[in-house]
Nanobody, 124 residues
Framework: VQLQAFGGGLVQPGGSLRLSCAAP????????MGWFRQTPGKEREFVAA????????YYADSVKGRFTISRDNAKNTVYLQMNSLKSEDTAVYYC??????????????????WGQGTQVTVSS
């Protein structure tokens, strides 16, 4: 299983980015999906998660109200819309797949598959 995350880049504080994570050839609707982020020297941090049919979502307090996770099962893709970006959002962002499709997990352990990461830099 390969997850391909893309859409990162350099953005000014207050700006927006949309990350995408594609899972070609993958039974995407069998998985709940999550986004995590990591900065050098720190543990991977939960950002957002969504269950298989998008009925349930969950966010870290640090991004609530600014980030929105969504998915399109027909396109095998999960998205992370990031608005009102702050310098502290700078990190490598990873998407991940959890085979417990009804679950919303904020820890890394339930996720079996991970994308390669995409860099987001928020700086003026």
């Amino acid at each position: 299983v390969q997850l391909q995350a893309f859409g990162g880049g350099l953005v000014q504080p207050g700006g927006s980015l949309r990350l995408s994570c594609a899972a070609p050839g993958f039974t995407f609707s069998s998985y709940s999906m999550g986004w995590f982020r990591q900065t050098p020297g720190k543990e991977r941090e939960f950002v957002a998660a969504i269950n298989w049919n998008a009925f349930s979502t969950y966010y870290a307090d640090s991004v609530k109200g600014r980030f929105t996770i969504s998915r399109d099962n027909a396109k095998n893709t999960v998205y992370l819309q990031m608005n009102s970006l702050k310098s502290e959002d700078t990190a490598v962002y990873y998407c991940a797949a959890n085979p417990r499709r009804w679950g919303i997990a904020s820890g890394t352990a339930p996720y079996d598959y991970w994308g390669q990461g995409t860099q987001v830099t928020v700086s003026s």
